[in-house]
């Protein structure tokens, strides 16, 4: 028995997630089809974690164990033949038998997209919330770093996680601009979900004056998810990078 580990990229726009459902395509659906129509067996392909529907990914690792003998480099080149035009696999290769891709990975980032003029950008607008308010990007950063630590995050937590323990740690938050795009980018341990969404949404509330500044702290504390901000669009939202 072999265990393959796979690295992708996708546009989520089209998917209802990873994880396969009963109503809807997702990207597990597709990858699984995909290596059925190569090897001839449909075999139960691992994700390293759940995304939500329309969020894409930069980098999403996923592993499948399975018999067949097919070189990793062919399993690649034949992969991205029949899969969809909007997932592709960066990398192909075989890893020890315990490798786990959800249960063995330490850590992720998250990187959101704010396209911050008046006029909306064709080009952009599948992969970024248009948001026409100015942003202060260095007041913002300056108030993403209550979220650095070690905390129970269940106000930033979306009601249909199925997760019990909500603490999670937050290895850095940083917001920048490039040009008229703003970028939120987050490392955690975990993500709970549409955590990262929240804190965004909750940060674009204290550039509204919804939320006063420096109350993030009490709102997490708290753990009372009416206190904190909207859920951003799930359009902004990358997987960017999975650490092991």
């Known amino acids: 028995m072999r265990n393959i580990k796979m690295n992708l ?3 989520g726009t089209a998917y209802h997630g990873w994880q396969v459902q009963p109503n809807g395509i997702t990207v597990q659906e597709e ?3 995909a290596v059925e129509r190569i090897i001839g067996v449909r075999e139960n392909i691992v994700g390293c974690s759940r ?3 329309g969020v894409h990914a930069n980098d999403y690792c996923c592993n499948m164990r399975t018999q067949s003998d097919i070189d990793c480099f062919k399993l690649k080149g034949a992969l991205n033949a029949v899969l969809p035009a909007d997932i592709a696999v960066k990398s192909c290769c075989e890893v020890p038998e315990d490798f786990h891709a959800r249960y063995d990975c330490k850590g992720k980032r998250y990187v959101y997209k704010i396209w911050n003029v008046d006029n909306k950008n064709p080009f952009t607008d599948a992969y970024s919330w248009h948001y026409k308010r100015h942003i202060d990007e260095d007041m913002l ?5 209550y979220f650095v630590g070690t905390f129970d995050f269940t106000s930033f937590c979306a009601s249909g996680g199925s997760v019990e323990d909500k603490v999670r740690t937050v290895k850095s938050f940083a917001v920048e601009r490039n040009g008229f795009e703003v970028l939120f980018k987050v490392e955690a341990d975990g993500f709970l979900y549409n955590m990262v969404r929240i804190m965004v949404g909750s940060l674009i509330e204290i550039s509204e004056n919804r939320i006063e500044k420096d109350k993030l702290a009490d709102i997490i504390e708290s753990k009372n ?3 904190a901000g909207r ?4 359009k902004g939202l990358f997987l960017d990078e999975v650490f092991y």
Do not use: E, G, K
């Not at 859920?231 to 799930?234: F, I, K, Q, R």
């Open 9 to 11: 990229m996708y546009d």
């Open 231 to 234: 859920t951003a669009p799930a």
């Open 51 to 53: 995304t939500d529907a």
């Open 141 to 145: 950063n300056s108030q993403a770093q």
């Open 225 to 227: 998810r009416i206190l």
């Open 31 to 33: 990858l699984q089809n």
